[in-house]
C-alpha cells in the first residue's frame, strides 16, 4: 500500500477556480459604516464537502455545511481566518488555516459555505 505524500498536489486535482475576498470597512454618505468585499487572490483549489447538517435557528430551519478547500500555498499571512472564498454560486467563510506540516507549500482551509447575501 502506497502512502500519499500530504505535501503533493496533483495537478488534476486542482480543477475548481476559487477566488478570494477581505472585508474592508467604509463610510456611505450619511456615515453609516459598509463592509464591502474586495478580492485579493485568485487560484486552482480542490474542494471537498466534509460534512452538512440541518440547525433549528430563529424559529426556523436552516442548513450548514462544511468544506475543505486545498491549494497551493500562495504566501505567508496571504488569507486569514474570516476571508471569504467563492466558487460558482458557493460562497464560504474561511474558519481554519492549516499550513500542512508547516512546510509552505500546501494550505488546507475549513470553511463553512453561507448565503451570499450575508
Given at each position: 500500500m502506497q502512502i500519499k505524500d500530504p505535501l503533493i498536489l496533483q495537478p488534476g486535482e486542482l480543477r475548481h477556480q476559487v477566488g478570494f475576498a477581505r472585508a474592508s470597512a467604509t463610510q456611505d454618505a450619511s456615515g453609516q459604516k459598509?463592509?464591502?468585499?474586495?478580492?485579493?487572490?485568485?487560484?486552482?483549489a480542490k474542494i471537498e464537502n466534509l460534512s452538512g447538517q440541518q440547525l433549528f435557528q430563529?424559529?426556523?430551519?436552516?442548513?450548514?455545511?462544511?468544506?475543505?478547500?486545498?491549494?497551493?500555498?500562495?504566501?505567508?499571512?496571504?488569507?486569514?481566518?474570516?476571508?471569504?472564498a467563492t466558487f460558482a454560486a458557493h460562497t464560504f467563510v474561511v474558519q481554519i488555516v492549516n499550513n500542512v506540516l508547516e512546510r509552505n507549500r500546501v494550505l488546507q482551509l475549513t470553511c463553512v459555505e453561507i448565503d451570499g447575501a450575508s
Amino acid at each position: 500500500m502506497q502512502i500519499k505524500d500530504p505535501l503533493i498536489l496533483q495537478p488534476g486535482e486542482l480543477r475548481h477556480q476559487v477566488g478570494f475576498a477581505r472585508a474592508s470597512a467604509t463610510q456611505d454618505a450619511s456615515g453609516q459604516k459598509l463592509n464591502t468585499w474586495t478580492p485579493y487572490l485568485a487560484t486552482r483549489a480542490k474542494i471537498e464537502n466534509l460534512s452538512g447538517q440541518q440547525l433549528f435557528q430563529a424559529a426556523e430551519f436552516t442548513s450548514q455545511a462544511s468544506w475543505r478547500i486545498t491549494l497551493r500555498f500562495p504566501g505567508s499571512g496571504v488569507i486569514d481566518v474570516g476571508d471569504r472564498a467563492t466558487f460558482a454560486a458557493h460562497t464560504f467563510v474561511v474558519q481554519i488555516v492549516n499550513n500542512v506540516l508547516e512546510r509552505n507549500r500546501v494550505l488546507q482551509l475549513t470553511c463553512v459555505e453561507i448565503d451570499g447575501a450575508s
